[in-house]
């Protein structure tokens, strides 16, 4: 998730706009909804369609046709997330649909952890600590970024 960061951190250099908080918040947005989402969950999609086999063994679970499915549903995440660079009304939808299906797959992952001590590298670790704390993230970064252009348009 550092692509994202960097790129937002060079924007916000290479870029004329005043810097502020909001400005700030806006880049990481646009950066983290872009790359992140949008072409992480691309990315993350099509290997679960193309090759669900590969998911299914970094996971520690058996191969089902519900690899591919969910595959689907990364997808449409990471067009979501593209879009949101576009138009600023994807936002909130974008992050609000990344969220649910995020916690939802942490939850499965923390139920895998508990019931039959799967700890493989796609189940446990560093995969769980992002399905937690990236929607979070966004999440406080779009109220931030609410809470900013508020205060900045009413100055």
């Given at each position: 998730?550092?692509?994202?960061?960097?790129?937002?951190?060079?924007?916000?250099f290479?870029?004329?706009?005043?810097?502020?908080?909001?400005?700030?918040?806006?880049?990481?947005?646009?950066?983290?909804?872009?790359?992140?989402?949008?072409?992480?969950?691309?990315?993350?999609?099509?290997?679960?369609?193309?090759?669900?086999?590969?998911?299914?063994?970094?996971?520690?679970?058996?191969?089902?046709?519900?690899?591919?499915?969910v595959?689907?549903?990364?997808?449409?995440y990471?067009?979501?997330?593209?879009?949101?660079v576009?138009?600023?009304?994807?936002?909130?939808?974008?992050?609000?649909?990344?969220?649910?299906?995020?916690?939802?797959?942490?939850?499965?992952?923390?139920?895998?952890?508990?019931?039959?001590?799967?700890?493989?590298?796609?189940?446990?670790?560093?995969?769980?600590?992002?399905?937690?704390?990236?929607?979070?993230?966004?999440?406080?970064?779009?109220?931030?970024?609410q809470?900013?252009?508020?205060?900045?348009?009413?100055?």
């Amino acid at each position: 998730m550092g692509v994202p960061l960097l790129g937002a951190i060079i924007h916000l250099f290479v870029s004329k706009k005043p810097r502020s908080l909001n400005r700030i918040t806006e880049l990481l947005l646009l950066w983290y909804l872009g790359v992140g989402i949008g072409v992480g969950s691309l990315f993350s999609g099509l290997v679960q369609v193309i090759s669900p086999e590969i998911v299914a063994q970094s996971t520690g679970w058996g191969y089902s046709p519900f690899l591919r499915e969910v595959g689907f549903a990364n997808i449409s995440y990471g067009i979501l997330g593209l879009l949101a660079v576009r138009f600023r009304n994807f936002w909130a939808p974008a992050i609000i649909a990344y969220a649910v299906f995020m916690w939802g797959a942490a939850a499965g992952h923390i139920y895998e952890i508990q019931q039959n001590v799967n700890l493989s590298v796609g189940n446990a670790g560093t995969v769980l600590y992002l399905d937690i704390l990236m929607p979070l993230f966004l999440i406080i970064l779009l109220l931030v970024y609410q809470k900013t252009l508020k205060k900045d348009s009413s100055s």
